[in-house]
Structures are given as structure tokens and as C-alpha cells.
């Protein structure tokens, strides 16, 4: 039988059908109902135990400047069938060459999975999760991964690593770049519109890639903002804090989950049956495959939680983690502790069977080439749709922190001391996690996109000082700059890789000279406005910028068309709509800091923000530098109107909620109309405030709308001490605003 031709035919002259229902205690069912079942079993009545445990092992290829490269061991691993998935290998070519040994050299010829870290962008670099998320725009948000999963897939990539849903509210972890900042019921909707825009509506379709939910779970939580730290909370907080955003992408069909590298009550993650076989599996129901981040499963010795790699590989197995991502734990030992009987046979079947669900969803036994396509390729990368999108998304991403005396938008009149380390910057610009974004030259600077307003003799460019270091020679040149210059224009921030994996801070102000300069320039021209441009993964204390400058503008990283989107705000073209998803301190002190913490017994009254034996600090407000769903417009808008359908709901009832909003300014824009609740009194104690709601409208200067929220008894539940999900009746306060800084006003009664 000729190889190409083996995995086309092999399942319909199968007859043996393996019985699933054979599984014990520990493995999850996965049940019945697909129409893959019975081509999973049969073909899993053909495999070794040899063979079941290869798929649940990835391993990864390197990249040179022809192509993937991938180990004598791995392709040695791959044609013995000892391979499931492999990571950081794409191109069409790449990829397709490295299936066939897969499909036309092994026993079964049974697909590699091909992931990668599409996470914000594949060749179409879009801006940061952080700052996708400030768009509140969860069609902008979803079709942004709808085009990277179409980038991606034309190269021959199945899955990507993402979306990470982890609930962040600590600047210092690098990784808060990732999400969606701190809000549990906004990350819930982010981490489906990802998972609808990955994974499309039909897994057989070849420009969809699987979705992955990471980092399950807590990880957002590390102590002290550093990352792969300990974590410790109490289930009630796990549960409705840092779980929801998890099961929201459950509910949106995601396919795949990662662990996370934390340890969660003395359990690391990995390891964590409670979590896996409980929770996901068990309460949820999940149906697709956990995969472990990179070599967590050596990790459990590191921790302590397991005395060497093969105790390793049992605890992991047995905790529900189908697949080894690069620890090679599973290949070593999961036979050997079959035999010993350390570990049921049953487990390994379950966590083969699920991965080979998921290629048979993806369509590789119909076609195992299907997405390496090169035509497709050279089709889709940078196509014109694509970079308009990147372009728009850089736009409404954008958050004004502080506009005084309308120093932007900008005008072309005007000339511009364009200053900084990142005014010409097109490496930065594109972000941490770009997958296989272009830093060399594909990427739009600030500049670029200011020519496109301003001729070149208008604008007078000095970068003035770098990124990092104490380097004051290139000050003078910025003065000299600014002084003949009608406004000043200052591209600051971070470099791209002080955000991310392993790029926690426990400094969250601009780093190096910055800030210095800033100084030096507004002593030099104390009477023309400055405006600042930020480009940063996480929340800066900007308390000195704050005073410094005139006008703020919070951009993120914004991507391959970066420089177009940002100029596109300051001069107007797009009215600014971005609103904070995180809260920035006043300082490192307050953190961690975020809108809906909890009260206290002594809380600080407003009447006296320095009363003795109150919770407050000597030194510093208690409120941040800027909050929650912060964000302004070049225009302004009034609420007013405020109704309630009724004072008093039962627990079948609807509570409808209105408000008017008018555009009052001189601009068309957007508006984000955002939601509270705050439950009064509880069994536990309740946050301040609570987003239940939001909806992003469109206001022509002096149009009106009425915006309309429908609550439910499920919109107020809420888990107790006892790990019940439930809502109690009583008092809430509830208020419709543009931020989350407001005193409530209005109340109902649910009894």
C-alpha cells in the first residue's frame, strides 16, 4: 500500500471500533455525538500504546533564513510516530515538508498539529492585546484574529496560543500585555470574540485555526507581579475572579487549554487535578485537549510537587494534561508507568483520543496539506484589507489620558518637534509576541504616518535621548527642536521585550532618560503645549508626565500600521474612543490597584481623604492616576435621562436600565457607555462596583441616543463561601457612566 494513499482509505476497512466507555474514574469522558467518533476509534484500535502516547508529545523546530529547521532527533521522533504536534515551524513550505514525513513515513500516517504564537497579529501585526481590549470593540477584536488566522493558516499553521484570558491587575507582570487587562465580565466577552475569530464557524474550513485558553489558571495573580510565581487565593475568588474568562471561551467552543507555570494553594498547575479533571473536564464539560506551556511538566521538580521527571509525567497524566509541550516527560515514561501501573491506560487513551478529534475537526485525514497552501501564502500576507484593518484598530485603540486646552487634534498648519526614541521607531512599534511580523522595515513609524498630514518642512525631528540608559548628549538637539517649533510632539515608552513573558518590573515608570527630557523641554518652552505619545505593554506611573505634559496619548504598541493609526488621532481623522481596561497607579506603592476592589471596615470618607484610623495611606490618595474605563474624546457627551423599569424585581424578572447620551462637542465620535452594579450587602463581601454591561455607539456632534441594559438574576450571581453559584436578595445600587469613576445614585431591590 503506497503511504500517501494509507490514511485516505484506512477507516473504511476498519471494522474494529474501540469501546471509550472503558475509561476509568480519573479520565474524563469525552461521550459520543461527533462525526469523528467512530473514525477516532477505529483508528485508535490500530495504535500502540507507543503510538497513543507520540500524540500526546510536542516538540519544537528552530527557524533559519531558509526555513524551519527541525532536530535529527525530532524528524527521528516524527517518522516513528512519536510526535502529535510541533511548535515554531510555518511557511508553507516548512510546513508541508515536515507533514509528509508525518503522513508518507510513519506506520498510520496520522497529521502533525502545527502551533505558534499568533497572538495579537501573524504577518499583520495588530496592536497589543492590552490595548485591542481598550477598544471595547469586540467586532474590531474579532475580525483582527479572524485576519491572522487567515495569515497563519496559509502558512501552514493549525492552532495558535492564544487567546490569553488570564484576569491581570498587577502592571509589574510583564505578561498583563497579553489580556484584557482586569475586568472579569469584559475579559469574558474579549476571550469569546477571540475564540469566534480563530476558530471561525466551521473547524473543517483551512483558514481557521484552533483557539487556545491560557493560562489555566490564576496565572494573573502572581505574587508580586513576578512571573512563574506562587499563587494562593481562596476558591470564592478563583472562582469569580479569575475563572470566567476561562469558561466563557468554553462556552465558545474553544478546542484547547494550556497550563499555567504558577503554582495555585501549593499545587502547581500543572499538576492540579482540581482544576483539570474537576473543573474543566468535569463541571464544564470540555471536550477538547490541555496542552502544557513550555516544559511545565519538568517544572513539577523545580516546584517540589514531584521528586524527578518520571513522578513528573504520572502527576500530570493523572491531573488531565493530554499533552507534553517540550518536556519530553511523557516520551520517557508514560509507558514505563503503564506497565508499573502508575497510570491507567485509560487516561492515555482519553488524551490521544482528544487530540485526534481535533485533527480530525481541522480536516488533516481528508487532506493533511490542506493548509499548506502557497499559493494562498503569497495571496494573503499584507493583503490592503488586512493593513486598513491594522491601521483602524491602531486608531480606536488609542486611549486620550489628558487633553488641556485642546492641544490635540493637531492641525497641518502647524509645525511639530517630532522628539523621542520611538518617533522613527518600526521595531518597537510591532510589540511583544509578533509572531512573524516584519521589524525591519514593514512597519509604519510615527514619522511616516505624520508625513501624511504635514509636509517634511514642517515637522523637525530629534530623537533626543534612547529608550533606556542615562545618555544626555542628543538633549540639546530636542530643545533646539522644540524651540523652533510651534508644538511638541514626544514619542515615548518602553522597548518592546520589557513586556511579556519574563519581562516583569518592579520600576513602572519610563525607563532611562526619558522623563528627564520631558522636563528639560518644558523648561526650555514653558508656554507651548506638549503632547506625549506612549507606547507600552502595561500600565506607567505617570504621576511626573502628568504635569508635565499637556495632552497624553496612550498607544500601546500599535502594530504594523502603528504609525498610521496614531497619526490618524492626533490630527483628528479619528476622534479617539479607546477607554482604559486597567487601571493606572499614582504609584508602585498602590499596587495592586483596580476600580472594584472591596471596602473596607474603616474606608477613607471622601469628606476627609486624611482621617485618622482610616484606610489610607501617609504619603499618597488612595485613588489611581487614571481609572478604570477612562478615556477621552475630542468632543463631549452628556448623560441624563437615567430610568429604571421598575425599583423592584423578582427572580424571574428583567430589570431594563436606560440613559440618554448626547454628543454636546464639535465632533462626531464614539462613546463606550458602561454598566455598574454594586451588591450592598452579601453573605460575602461584595466589590465596590461591578461592569455588567457595555455598549460602544456612535454620536454625530449634537445627536442623542437612548442606550438600553436588560439585567437578569443570572447578571447578579455570584459564588459563595459555600461554592455556590447564587445571588441573594437585597439592595443594589446601579449607575450607567463613560467611566468607572462616579458615586451611585440609583438603586433596585431584587426580594
Known sequence: MNRRTKPYILFFIIVVVFNCNSTKKKANKLGTGTPYDAKVDSLMSLMTLKEKIGQTIMYSGGWSVTGPVVSNNNQKHIKAGGVGAMLNVYSAKGTRDLQKLAVEETRLGIPLLFGYDVIHGFRTIFPINLGLAASWDMADIEKGSRIAAEEASAEGIHWTFAPMVDIARDPRWGRISEGAGEDVYLGSHIAKAYVKGFQGDDLSKPNTILACAKHFAGYGAAQAGRDYHTVNMGEEELRNVYLPPFKAAVDAGVETFMTAFNELNGVPATGNSFIYRDILKGEWNFKGFVVTDYTAINELVEHGFAKDEKEAAEIAINAGIDQDMMSSAYRLYLEELVNEGKVDVALIDDACRRI???????????????????????????????????????????????????????????????????????????????????????????????????????????????????????????????????????????????????????????????????????????????????????????????????????????????????????????????????????????????????????????????????????????????????????????????????PTIGFSDTLTASITITNTGDYNGHEVVQLYVHDKVGSITRPVKELKGFEKIFLKKGESKTVSFDLTVEDLKFYNNKTEFTVEPGEFEIAIKGTSDFDFEHAFTLE
Not at 414 to 440: T, V
Open 356 to 646: 485526534l478529534l481535533t485533527k480530525y475537526k481541522l480536516g488533516l485525514f481528508d487532506d493533511p496539506y490542506r493548509y499548506s497552501n502557497e499559493q494562498r501564502e503569497k495571496e494573503v500576507v499584507y493583503k490592503p484589507e488586512f493593513l486598513d484593518a491594522a491601521r483602524h484598530s491602531a486608531a480606536i485603540c488609542s486611549v486620550l489620558l489628558k487633553n488641556e486646552e485642546e492641544s490635540l487634534p493637531l492641525n497641518s498648519n502647524q509645525s511639530i518637534a517630532l522628539i523621542g526614541p520611538l518617533a522613527k521607531d518600526k521595531e518597537n512599534i510591532i510589540g511583544n509576541w509578533a509572531a512573524a511580523g516584519d521589524r525591519k522595515g514593514k512597519a509604519i513609524s510615527v514619522h511616516q504616518g505624520i508625513q501624511e498630514y504635514l509636509a517634511d518642512s514642517k515637522i523637525n525631528f530629534a530623537k533626543g535621548c534612547e529608550i533606556e540608559g542615562n545618555d544626555e548628549s542628543g538633549f540639546q538637539a530636542a530643545i533646539n527642536v522644540a524651540k523652533k517649533s510651534d508644538i511638541v510632539v514626544m514619542v515615548m515608552g518602553e522597548d518592546y521585550d520589557m513586556s511579556g513573558e519574563a519581562a516583569s518590573r518592579t520600576n513602572i515608570k519610563l525607563p532611562g532618560s526619558q522623563t528627564k527630557l520631558i522636563k528639560r523641554i518644558r523648561e526650555a518652552v514653558p508656554n507651548k503645549k506638549i503632547v506625549l505619545v506612549l507606547m507600552n505593554g502595561r500600565p506607567l506611573n505617570l504621576s511626573e508626565e502628568d504635569t508635565l505634559a499637556d495632552a497624553i496619548l496612550e498607544t500601546w504598541f500599535p502594530g504594523t500600521m502603528g504609525g498610521n493609526g496614531v497619526a490618524d488621532v492626533l490630527f483628528g481623522k479619528y476622534n479617539p474612543s479607546g477607554k482604559l481596561t486597567v487601571t493606572f497607579p499614582r504609584n508602585l506603592g498602590q499596587v495592586p490597584i483596580y476600580y472594584n476592589m472591596k471596602n473596607t471596615g474603616r474606608p477613607i470618607p471622601a469628606s476627609n481623604p486624611h482621617e485618622d484610623y482610616k484606610s489610607h495611606y501617609l504619603d499618597s490618595p488612595n485613588t489611581p492616576l487614571y481609572v478604570f474605563g477612562h478615556g477621552l474624546s475630542y468632543t463631549t457627551f452628556e448623560y441624563s435621562n437615567f430610568k429604571l423599569s421598575t
